[in-house]
C-alpha cells in the first residue's frame, strides 16, 4: 500500500536548522511531483515548496524563499526539506505529498517547533 512517512521534526530555537525527510513506497516515486506543507494552528494548510519529477524544477512560498531547499532522491523514494534560519512563524504540522495527474498521497505529518 502506498505510504508518505515525514521524520527530522523536532524543537529549534529560532535561527536553526532542521532537515525534513519523506520515505515513500507503494508507488513510482520517480513519476509523481513532490511537495511540502505546512499546517500551524488555526491556520489552513499551505504549499512550502515543490519539486517535479522529472527535471526537479522547484518552486517555494514566499515566506520561505531563500531559507529553505527541497530535494529528492529518486533512487532511495525520499524527498527532503532542508530548513535553515528557521523563525517562529514556521512551526506547524509539515506534511509530504505526492501527486500525479488526478493521484495524490499524503503523510501524516511531522511537527516542527521554533522556540526560544
Known amino acids: 500500500q502506498v505510504q508518505l512517512v515525514e521524520s527530522g521534526g523536532g524543537l529549534v530555537q529560532p535561527g536553526g536548522s532542521l532537515r525534513l525527510s519523506c520515505a515513500a513506497s507503494g508507488f513510482t516515486f520517480s513519476r509523481y511531483t513532490m511537495s511540502w506543507y505546512r499546517q500551524a494552528p488555526g491556520k489552513e494548510r499551505e504549499l512550502v515548496a515543490v519539486i517535479t519529477n522529472i527535471e526537479g524544477s522547484t518552486n517555494y512560498a514566499s515566506s520561505v524563499k531563500g531559507r529553505f531547499t527541497i530535494s529528492r532522491d529518486n533512487a532511495k523514494s525520499t524527498v527532503y526539506l532542508q530548513m535553515n534560519s528557521l523563525k517562529l512563524e514556521d512551526t506547524a504540522v509539515y506534511y509530504c505529498?505526492?501527486?500525479?495527474?488526478?493521484?495524490?498521497?499524503w503523510g501524516q505529518g511531522t511537527q516542527v517547533t521554533v522556540s526560544s
Open positions: 505529498k505526492a501527486q500525479r495527474v488526478v493521484s495524490a498521497y
